[in-house]
């Protein structure tokens, strides 16, 4: 970051205290203020430091308590992983001698590869961001790393790949404007580069979740990666004992695997009766929620719509959320609204849809909910076509 380091803390200093009184600046006005009391720092150390405070309570909830004292800025910490996901991938990495790394960001998971490697040479295109990433090491004491700056492209040839008994690459995977790239070969580095380099024995690529990649032909499988409700990543991994398409939540600490007989089908549920299974969405993301439903007897609502349903109540599990079906009938605008004022529930009722063309914010603008009170009745509607008709299912979550 190029600035002295007794004004560096300063400015951190300043910076905390700034953000902390009310009414709480935004950032540009933090920017500005910090301008005014530090004319020597430069800009880009102003900026990053103002965005590190203002992003501290996200941090500390997705990286842990070292990132009180971390940097990063906003677009960083939206790409590094979650220290429970960067330990989770780390384990596959465990007693290695020498790693190499590509992409190096916050260090968030640098950090966790370096706590079970040898050694960790790690590659960052963006100067600043390999400042960022050394002091938030140094910050958690951590110095079996070396950094390497500049294109991946450019400096994988001059190192000598034998020395290497390992490999994960976090590429970056947004433009420098800060939109998010969909195409994998518009990544930083290019996805295809990336699987195509014959380095280590366990190899590892961290891409979007809803990237679909197969490469299985070429030894490559998938891993998707779920914390709290939400699906957050996908790792592919070439030497890794991980069965394709498997799915593990952080949170939990558990993983499942399709069996191997992928063709297998659940049973079509023949009325709309009992409970509704909805699966979490690594298990969607997998594309194989079919062998999910037939593992555990569970019935599909129809072959395209991944929702099952059962007549006896499911089983509390981290790997899907379960609803008592109250009713069911033909979806048409004007009878659900009927339905809903009749049970009083409230726009704090959830919409979820599947195999229906509409979004679920068009249909609760069209409901016209009333505002929600306390002790007010809601629920959730599922919405879907099955066969030829589409249906509205009221249901209530079933909690533990």
Not at 57 to 64: C, E, Q, V
Not at 189 to 215: H, M, N, T, Y
Not at 228 to 248: K, M, R
Not at 264 to 274: F, N, Q, T, Y
């Amino acid at each position: 970051m190029g600035d002295d380091s007794t004004d560096f803390k300063q400015l951190l200093s300043e910076a905390t205290r700034l953000s902390l009184c009310e009414p709480r600046p935004s950032l540009a006005e933090l920017v500005l203020r910090l301008k005014r009391a530090f004319p020597a720092v430069r800009h880009e150390t102003i900026s990053l430091v103002s965005e590190t405070v203002q992003s501290r309570k996200i941090a500390a909830d997705k990286l842990g308590d070292w990132s009180r004292e971390g940097l990063f800025t906003k677009a960083l910490l939206e790409q590094a992983s979650r220290a429970t996901i960067a330990e989770h991938r780390a384990t596959f990495f465990s007693g290695r001698s020498h790693m190499l790394e590509i992409g190096t960001g916050t260090g968030s998971d640098t950090a966790a590869l370096a706590r079970v490697c040898a050694h960790i040479t790690t590659l960052e295109a963006d100067p600043t961001r390999l400042e960022v990433a050394k002091h938030n090491l140094a910050v958690q004491g951590i110095s079996n790393v070396t950094f390497l700056q500049g294109e991946a492209a450019d400096v994988i040839p001059l190192l000598d790949p034998t020395q290497f008994d390992a490999f994960f690459a976090d590429p970056a995977r947004r433009t420098k404007e800060g939109t998010r790239v969909k195409d994998a070969e518009l990544y930083s580095p290019p996805l295809e580069w990336l699987l195509s380099q014959d380095i280590g024995g366990i190899r590892a690529i961290k891409v979007s979740p809803g990237l679909f990649v197969d490469a299985s032909e070429r030894g490559w499988s998938r891993q998707f990666i779920g914390f709290g409700d939400e699906c957050l990543e996908q790792t592919l991994w070439f030497g890794a004992p991980i069965a394709d398409s498997s799915a593990h939540l952080a949170d939990a600490h558990v993983t499942w695997e399709p069996s191997a007989n992928t063709t297998m089908l659940p049973a079509v549920a023949d009325s709309l009766e009992g409970f509704i299974v909805e699966p979490h969405g690594v298990i969607n993301r997998s594309q194989y929620a079919h062998c999910f439903f037939a593992e555990r007897s569970i019935a599909t609502i129809d072959p395209r719509v991944t929702y099952g349903i059962t007549l006896t109540k499911p089983s509390p599990s981290p790997w899907y959320e379960s609803f008592r079906i109250l009713q069911a009938a033909p979806f048409h605008i004007k009878s659900l609204k009927s339905t809903l004022a009749g049970l009083a529930w409230t726009n704090r009722t959830e919409i979820k849809k599947r195999n229906y063309q509409g979004s679920p914010e068009e249909i609760r603008e069209k409901l016209k909910l009333p505002s929600h009170t306390h002790g007010a009745p809601f629920g959730t509607i599922f919405i879907f076509t099955r066969d030829t008709t589409t249906w509205a299912v009221l249901a209530e979550r079933l909690t533990e």
